[in-house]
Structure formats: structure tokens, C-alpha cells
């Protein structure tokens, strides 16, 4: 098969298997914005060095735009002899400017262009999964005013702990989600450079100007190094790891409301437009949704142990194992924004089941710790109160009663100077309010962060 990229070196055709077998417009005709930004970008540089003619500038450009457009419209032909997007764009721009499209690859390699449209999709992408993650916070934050005053259990080791807040649960999703979008500001800092002039590998001795090309497509700064630039694939596994722990904690927020939702623990009723039914259970409502996201999440954290795999052992500078780091790339991307898309709404519109909820608070001793705290303010040591309150859960347990109901013998079973006036500590209301360190349940404390959430995302 005839390729633009074999030069007169070669005597013989590529086989077509290779072309098959080494093609990536199956999937790299995703970067075709970001090419013709690039190119526009290289183009309008190389008139400004006096290495094209405004007329042909102008001509590149009109002809770009409309390749772009036959893109858009999804009417642009694959052949799979020209192998990648770069190829197809740039033999579209020759077949229809003869020479003058011929001269577009001036001072550029296919290396340092790859890399360049890459970062800016990535950058692109980052920049969409910010606006779905703040998307997802408010959705958090809006349950907040919605189940104001509900109290849950805390869980630890999926056991009851302590009776908390509902807003409490939501405002530490946010807080997860809140160091998601830190990592994609940081992660973004380092895609946002341009590679953009390192040609092939050692630089070029056109006269080029990369820092104008790197502002032309808002890049914060050049790339240092013309070998590391075109190999340099840190930014695309950095971004895949920060998506992948947007999968961990998307994953571990299904599997928590998976388990809400079971009659078991009766805590959420999902929106019904988010769930499936049974072909044969004609009773059942399915969070596959949840389960979906939690599935997919391990799809994204395969994908970065592919990349990582993928880089480990190359030696500098481009190699082509490079062109296998964009299914992945793409699919961690294409899978968090899809899972991220559906939390959303999710959290937003399934409904706390209150009652249900509070009808078995008194379940779990969820009141035990605050009880050792109350002793322990009495001047009781913290071991030896922590050793009571376990033997009077233990006295209860035995009857299946709540601590509240433990009679006077028993408290005094355990120590005579208990008396009455310890049921004083017992309730799971009394609890919330006891809470006073930084951060804790405390409905105070709560409307602080909620506060201080409102004026962060409702901006
Ligand atoms: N399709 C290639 C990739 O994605 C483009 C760069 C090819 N460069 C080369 N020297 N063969 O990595």
C-alpha cells in the first residue's frame, strides 16, 4: 500500500497487514480538533518567520477549517494506508493545496505533533471532568438542606458506630471530591505545556518560535528538552491515575448506597429511572447503575496499569509502543465522565428514608462512645470508662435491650456510683449535640462547612 509517511527510501509498497495492523485513525480521529489547532497554530508561526506566505497561510487555514468541518459532519473517509489522524488531515490539506500544503510539516515531526494534540485534548478532557466533579458536589451539598437535621449511623468496619449527621456523610463525599479536583488542577499544570518544535527529536534548524506556537494554543510554558518531549508521557499517566481515583471513590460510594438500598438496611429509595428490572423476578428494582459504576471503575485502573506498563522499559525518545497509550487514555476519560454524568442525579433525587432510618437508631449501641465520654468528663480515665461501658453493652446485650434501658441493679453491677443520672447521656440526639472537636458531627460544626461549601460552589 502506497503511505505518505514512506519517503523515497523505499522500493517497496507497505504490505497490507502491516497497514492494518499499524493503523490508529480507529481511534485517534478523536484528536482531529486539537490536529487542526496545532497545525493552525504551527502554520500562523510560520508566517510570522517568514516561512510561509500570508496567502498561503490563509489558504492553509481555510482548507483546515474545512477539513474540520467534513469531520464534524462525520463525512471524512478512513484509509487506513495513511495510518493516523495526522496523516489523514495532512494528505486532505495536500490533495487540495498541492505544495503549499506540502509545506505545512515544516519543522515539525509527527512526534512532537502527536504529543502536542494529545496534551491539549487531555487538557480539554481535565477540564470537562472539573466541571462534572463541581456538578457532583453540589448535587452532594443540595442533600444537605434536604435532609437537614436526619441522623445516620456512622459506620466503622461496615458496623454501627456513632450516630452522625446525614449532611455530615454528604459534606465528606464532597471533601473526596474536593481533593479530586485539586489533582486535576495540579495534573493540569503539567499537561499544559507545550511540546510543540521538538520535531522529531533533536530540534530543528528551521527558524522556528516555540513560545509563540506555545501561546497561539495557551500553553503556560515550553517544554525544556527536545529527546524528553516527545516521549514524555508522564502527563497522560498522572491524569489516568488521578481518574482512577475518581473511579475509587465513585466506586466506593456505590457500593455504599448498593447496600442502602437493600431492604436489609432500608435506607435510600433510588430514583426508579436510574434502575433496572428482572426478566423473571417481576418484584425486583436493580441498582444497576451503582453497579455499573463501581464495575467500570476497574476498567479505568486497568487502564493505568496498561500506560504504566505500556512506558516501563522504553528507551528515549519516540517509539512507536507511544501510539498504544491512546485507547486507554481515552477510556479512563470516556468511562469517569460517563460514571460521574449518572452520580450526579443519583444523588440528587434518591430519597433518605428518614423513618426507617430512625426507627432502628436504637440498634448498634450507637451511643456507647458518647457515654464513655460523659463518664470520662466525670474524671473517670479514659481505659477504665471505655472498659465499663463495654461491660454494661455486654449486660444489655445479653437481654436484647438498649443501653437507655438498663435497669439501676445494672449500672450498679458495674459500678455502684452509677445511678439514673447516666441515662442523661443516652440519647442519640444528646449525642450529635456532645460532638465538639473541629470537623465532628456537631450540627454547629456542620452549618459551618455547609456554609463555607455554599460560598465555594454556588458561585
Ligand atoms: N500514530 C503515531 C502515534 O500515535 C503518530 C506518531 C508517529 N511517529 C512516527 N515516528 N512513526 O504515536
Known amino acids: 500500500m502506497a503511505s505518505p509517511s514512506r519517503s523515497g527510501v523505499f522500493s517497496d509498497s507497505m504490505d497490507d497487514a502491516l497497514a492494518r495492523f499499524s493503523e490508529s485513525i480507529s481511534f485517534d480521529y478523536r484528536l482531529y480538533k486539537h490536529d487542526i489547532r496545532g497545525s493552525i497554530a504551527h502554520a500562523t508561526m510560520l508566517c510570522r518567520q517568514g516561512l510561509l506566505a500570508p496567502d498561503e497561510l490563509s489558504a492553509i487555514e481555510r482548507e483546515l477549517k474545512a477539513i474540520e468541518a467534513r469531520f464534524d459532519q462525520g463525512e471524512f473517509p478512513f ?87 446525614a449532611s455530615h456523610y454528604w459534606l465528606a463525599y464532597i471533601e473526596k471530591l474536593e481533593r479530586d479536583r485539586a489533582r486535576v488542577a495540579d495534573c493540569r499544570r503539567r499537561v499544559n505545556i507545550s511540546p510543540l518544535g521538538g520535531a522529531a527529536v533533536a530540534g530543528t534548524s528551521i527558524p522556528i518560535d516555540r513560545h509563540y506556537t506555545a501561546e497561539l494554543l495557551g500553553f503556560e510554558s515550553v517544554a525544556g528538552n527536545s529527546i524528553d518531549i516527545s516521549s514524555d508521557r508522564d502527563f497522560a499517566v498522572e491524569s489516568v491515575f488521578v481518574l ?39 418484584q425486583k428494582v436493580n441498582p444497576d447503575t451503582l453497579e455499573l459504576t463501581r464495575g467500570k471503575s476497574a476498567r479505568v485502573v486497568g487502564n493505568l496499569q496498561s500506560l504504566l506498563v505500556l512506558l516501563k522499559g522504553l528507551p528515549l525518545a519516540y517509539n512507536r509502543d507511544l501510539q498504544e497509550d491512546k485507547p486507554p487514555l481515552f477510556d479512563a476519560f470516556d468511562t469517569v465522565m460517563a460514571c460521574l454524568e449518572m452520580a450526579a442525579p443519583i444523588v440528587r433525587d434518591s430519597e433518605l428514608q428518614a423513618e426507617s432510618i430512625s426507627s432502628r437508631m436504637d440498634q448498634g449501641y450507637l451511643d456507647a462512645t458518647a457515654l464513655m465520654e460523659a463518664l470520662i468528663q466525670r474524671g473517670i480515665p479514659q481505659r477504665t470508662a471505655h472498659h465499663q461501658v463495654g461491660a454494661l453493652v455486654a449486660i444489655a446485650k445479653k437481654r436484647g435491650v438498649p443501653l437507655i434501658e438498663l435497669t439501676d441493679n445494672e449500672l450498679h453491677q458495674v459500678d455502684p456510683s452509677f445511678d439514673a443520672s447516666l441515662r442523661s447521656s443516652l440519647s442519640i440526639q444528646g449525642a450529635v449535640a456532645s460532638y465538639r472537636s473541629a470537623g465532628s458531627s456537631h450540627p454547629e460544626h456542620v452549618a459551618q462547612q455547609i456554609h463555607r461549601w455554599k460560598s465555594h460552589l454556588e458561585k
Open 79 to 165: 484509509r487506513i494506508e495513511l495510518e493516523d489522524i495526522h496523516m489523514h488531515i495532512e494528505h486532505a490539506l495536500i490533495e487540495a493545496l498541492g505544495d503549499v500544503g506540502r509545506k505545512l510539516h515544516t519543522g515539525r515531526s509527527r512526534n512532537d505533533q502527536v504529543a502536542t494534540d494529545l496534551r491539549l485534548w487531555v487538557r480539554d478532557a481535565l477540564d470537562r471532568v472539573d466541571q462534572l466533579l463541581i456538578e457532583l458536589q453540589r448535587a452532594f451539598l443540595s442533600r444537605c438542606d434536604r435532609d437537614a437535621g436526619v441522623i445516620i449511623p456512622a459506620y466503622t468496619h461496615l458496623q454501627r458506630a456513632q450516630p452522625v449527621l
Open 244 to 282: 482512577s481515583l475518581i473511579g475509587l471513590h465513585l466506586s466506593g460510594w456505590a457500593e455504599e448506597w448498593i447496600l442502602w438500598s437493600t431492604t436489609e438496611f432500608g435506607f435510600l429509595k433510588l430514583p426508579q429511572r436510574y434502575c433496572t428490572g428482572s426478566s423473571i423476578m417481576p
